[in-house]
T-cell receptor, first 111, second 119 residues
C-alpha cells in the first residue's frame, strides 16, 4: 500500500478558477506535510508546509490538513497559467527522516 | 530563504568515466541531505540519505559502490557516479534538510538539479 497517494490527473482548470489538489496518507503517525511544485525539467520547489489540523493560507495558496480523515489538500485561488506544473504532496513517516512523495498531480491552467 | 545549490547544472561524459556532483546548502547547515534521481516523466526516486560525518544510507536497489556519497561538512554533500553508462543518464537532484524553529518538522529544500548525459 502506498503511503501517500495523489490523483495523478491531469487536472485542467480555467484561468481565474480555483484549483483543488488532494492527497491521502496511510501513516497516522505522520505529523507534517509539504506541497512542492515542479515545473517540467526543473527540480521541486516548496510551496507550503502544514503541521496542524485546519487551514493554512499563503497568498493564493491554502493548504488544508485533516488528520482524522488522513488527507491533505492544496487550493490555488485565481489560478494563473504560470501555476501549470506538477504538484507533489509529501509527508515523512513518523519514525523516518525521508519524505514520502505522492506520484504528483499534473495541473494545467487554461487561459 | 533556504538556498541549495548544485554543481554542475549539466554534464556530458563518456561511458566508463566518473562524474562528481556537488550539493551545497548556502544559508543554513544541513546535517542531512538527500539524493534523488528522476527519469523523464517519472516520479522522484530517492537514492540515498546522506548524514554529515557518517556513511550514507542507500535505498533498496541502489548500488552504493556505483553511487558514492560523501557528506564531509554541514554544507556540502557530493555524489560521484562511478563508471557511468548510458543508463545512468538522468536528472539528479539533491535536497538539504533544514530544521524548523520550534522543532515541529524539518523541511527539505531542493537544489536545481544536475542533468547527466552519458554517451
Amino acid at each position: 500500500q502506498k503511503e501517500v497517494e495523489q490523483n495523478s490527473g491531469p487536472l485542467s482548470v480555467p484561468e481565474g478558477a480555483i484549483a483543488s489538489l488532494n492527497c491521502t496518507y496511510s501513516d497516522r503517525g505522520s505529523q507534517s506535510f509539504f506541497w512542492y511544485r515542479q515545473y517540467s525539467g526543473k527540480s521541486p520547489e516548496l510551496i507550503m508546509s502544514i503541521y496542524s489540523n485546519g487551514d493554512k493560507e499563503d497568498g493564493r495558496f491554502t493548504a488544508q490538513l485533516n488528520k482524522a480523515s488522513q488527507y491533505v489538500s492544496l487550493l490555488i485561488r485565481d489560478s494563473q497559467p504560470s501555476d501549470s506544473a506538477t504538484y507533489l504532496c509529501a509527508g515523512p513517516p513518523f519514525s523516518a527522516q525521508k519524505l514520502v512523495f505522492g506520484q504528483g498531480t499534473r495541473l494545467t491552467i487554461n487561459p | 530563504g533556504a538556498v541549495v545549490s548544485q554543481h554542475p547544472s549539466w554534464v556530458i561524459c563518456k561511458s566508463g568515466t566518473s562524474v562528481k556532483i556537488e550539493c551545497r546548502s548556502l544559508d543554513f547547515q544541513a546535517t542531512t541531505m538527500f539524493w534523488y534521481r528522476q527519469f523523464p516523466k517519472q516520479s522522484l526516486m530517492l537514492m540515498a540519505t546522506s548524514n554529515e560525518g557518517s556513511k550514507a544510507t542507500y535505498e533498496q536497489g541502489v548500488e552504493k559502490d556505483k553511487f558514492l556519497i560523501n557528506h564531509a561538512s554541514l554544507t556540502l554533500s557530493t555524489l560521484t557516479v562511478t563508471s557511468a553508462h548510458p543508463e545512468d543518464s538522468s536528472f539528479y537532484i539533491c535536497s538539504a534538510q533544514r530544521p524548523l524553529a520550534g522543532g515541529v518538522a524539518d523541511t527539505q529544500y531542493f537544489g536545481p538539479g544536475t542533468r547527466l548525459t552519458v554517451l
